[in-house]
């Protein structure tokens, strides 16, 4: 999967001279966290709300708030804005950017193409267009998990013992393996009641209960 798949295309955007108010007001109102900016077509930096609220005055400071207030609303995005921005191209693997962002501690990348803004993938993005799609999060049905059963010759008993019991499977992974077991196998099947699948797979060896989602 590509970063065009997961990534948000319409991005909002401002200049670096729009005053650090002004930033949060947009940033608010289209419940963002992040605003890149743009002067002149150009990407010069990002700006983002755990950024504005580091601007401000110590809370020891002996400012009033009418001090306060008016050197904030004085403040533009270019004083506060991260300039060394890492950006990504739309053709990147997501697994190569979710690592990236990663060893940056960053939680946004702007994706470039010919120097151009084409959009943003963000940790919502991954979130909600990867990881819930995978774990099945939002969906109906059953999460199951079988202990012992990422092996092909049992992936493949598994797959067939599901489709004899006329279920359908949403989404499949393995389990990272916990100390001292085997590595585990989740699926998750478009039944509520799945105590009869349970039984099928007990009788094949498998152990297997059900998981919240």
Not at 167 to 187: N, R, Y
Request: a positive charge.
């Amino acid at each position: 999967m590509k970063i065009r798949d997961v990534m948000t295309w319409n991005v909002v955007t401002v200049p670096s001279d729009t005053p650090i108010m002004e930033a949060r007001k947009i940033m608010d109102a289209h419940k963002i966290r992040r605003l890149p900016v743009i002067d002149k077509g150009k990407l010069v930096g990002m700006v983002s709300k755990e950024r504005i609220a580091r601007s401000g005055p110590s809370p020891a400071t002996s400012l009033s708030v009418w001090e306060i207030n008016y050197l904030l609303a004085k403040m533009t995005v270019k004083e506060v804005m991260t300039k060394d921005v890492v950006t990504v191209h739309p053709d990147m693997t997501v697994e190569a950017a979710i690592a990236l962002a990663q060893s940056k501690g960053i939680g946004a990348l702007p994706v470039m193409e010919n120097n151009k803004l084409l959009g943003i993938a963000t940790t919502n993005d991954f979130f909600y267009k990867i990881l819930n799609p995978l774990l099945g999060i939002g969906e109906p049905g059953t999460r199951i998990l079988i202990s012992g059963g990422t092996e092909a010759k049992n992936v493949q008993e598994i797959m067939e013992t599901v489709k004899k019991f006329g279920a359908k499977i949403a989404s499949f992974h393995s389990m990272p393996p916990v100390e001292g077991k085997e590595q585990d196998l989740c699926i998750h099947v478009d039944k509520g009641d799945v105590a009869q699948l349970i039984k099928d797979l007990a009788s094949k060896g498998y152990s297997a209960e059900i998981v919240e989602r």
